[in-house]
């Protein structure tokens, strides 16, 4: 059961990372994303919402994954 929470964190790191890096390419942001901007600079947010997106798939992929059928 916590394989499947872990997914859905790994989808929600997704979602809100690609979503925020489109809004931000049209002038746009999360409101509770604004930190980063705020606090990092717009490069070092840039690559912290990379990092969200490429987690989110290491989430998605380690805990999706049959390893007992892994050879």
């Given amino acids: 059961m916590r394989k499947e929470y ?10 809100l990372g ?3 890096i489109i809004l931000s390419a ?5 409101s509770f994303l604004l930190w980063m901007d705020r606090s990092l600079g717009a ?3 840039f690559l912290l ?3 969200m ?4 798939f290491v989430l998605m992929y380690l805990n999706l994954v049959d390893w ?3 050879d």
């Avoid at 872990?6 to 979602?15: S, T």
């Fill in 6 to 15: 872990f997914a859905v964190l790994g989808f929600v790191l997704i979602a």
């Fill in 26 to 30: 049209m002038g746009l942001q999360f």
């Fill in 49 to 51: 919402r990379i990092l």
């Fill in 18 to 20: 690609l979503l925020s």
């Fill in 43 to 45: 490069g070092l947010a």
């Fill in 53 to 56: 997106v490429l987690f989110g």
């Fill in 68 to 70: 007992k059928r892994m």
